[in-house]
């Protein structure tokens, strides 16, 4: 909702100057300019981007419009691994066979229905815990096993948000190329009424700005904005990671749920007290 607020705040500055100066907002009408550049920058990601980048892309852009990991979804997931760990407590590590293998059966996971649906997150946790569960990985190891998956999955979820970035820096070039295509159209004019040559040069300039307007105010944002949404991605599965280390090193669950929430931000970060009684709360289910 914030890339929606942004947008509109955009907007209105922009016309807003504009008709401050005594601009006529119609005057920047021009479809035909859109076209062109919309046109053609969409043309130039289809041949620059494999398919499957695409629709990642469409996948982050739509999921831009739901929320963020807040406090809350860490506090989650650091209770959900709290649960998982006194299982094994319990049970042993067979106990959480059926819950690894069979996730969206387990009453654990589908008390956390924002992690369950978190793919990525869940195929993670689970195959590292199927890892764990053989016994043949050394903690060392294990952390190395996690780090090339982490930094998989980062990597490819960075392939969209720089194709869109390198849609932006394309964006003023083809204002430029809607501004020549329509000098063409007034010097093939030159001899007309000057109302409307200046008409045609204004329809030009307008290519240039809608370029630049796109690039800087809409489009390079929106990149970044994806960007920081793959970053939180990529805390929320170091946490998970940090937690199954020290849960693989052998220390309680306790302790490997606080070596997970030491590893987020500050503004993310559950407190120490509100962690140990949500803790305290999943004991007595």
Do not use: Q, T
């Given at each position: 909702m914030l890339a929606i607020l942004g947008a509109i705040i955009v907007i209105g500055s922009v016309l807003g100057g504009f008709m401050w100066h005594g601009g006529q907002p119609m005057a920047l009408n021009q479809p035909n300019e859109v076209l062109i550049i919309g046109g053609a920058a969409l043309g130039a990601l289809i041949i620059a981007t494999p398919t499957a980048v695409l629709k990642g892309l469409i996948n982050q852009l739509t999921g831009l419009f739901g929320g963020g990991f807040a406090k809350k979804d860490y506090l989650d997931v650091l209770v959900m691994m709290f649960e998982?760990?006194?299982?094994?407590r319990?049970?042993?590590l067979v106990g959480l066979e059926n819950h690894v293998e069979h996730p969206d059966e387990s009453e654990i996971f589908q008390?956390?229905?924002?992690?369950?649906k978190n793919h990525a997150a869940m195929?993670?946790?689970?195959?590292t815990m199927r890892v764990i569960i053989s016994g043949a990985v050394q903690p060392h190891d294990l952390e190395d096993l996690m780090d090339s998956?982490?930094?998989?999955?980062?990597?490819?979820?960075m392939e969209p948000p720089t194709a869109l970035n390198t849609t932006a820096d394309?964006?003023?070039g083809l204002g430029i190329v809607a501004a020549v295509l329509g000098i063409v159209i007034t010097m093939a004019k030159i001899d007309g009424p000057p109302a409307e040559i200046g008409n045609s040069v204004a329809s030009a300039l307008v290519g240039t700005f809608l370029g630049i307007l796109s690039c800087y105010g809409f489009v390079g944002p929106l990149a970044v904005s994806l960007k920081h949404r793959v970053n939180e991605n990529r805390q929320y599965i170091t946490c998970i990671k940090h937690g199954l280390l020290a849960f693989n090193k052998g220390v309680a669950g306790v302790i490997a749920v606080e070596f997970a929430r030491r590893s987020l931000f500050e503004i993310v970060r559950p407190g120490f007290l509100e962690l140990?009684?949500?803790?305290?709360?999943?004991?007595?289910?």
């Open positions: 998982v760990f006194n299982v094994a319990r049970d042993g008390r956390y229905p924002k992690f369950l195929a993670f946790f689970a195959d998956d982490i930094e998989a999955m980062h990597e490819a979820e394309s964006l003023p140990e009684a949500a803790c305290n709360e999943a004991k007595r289910r």
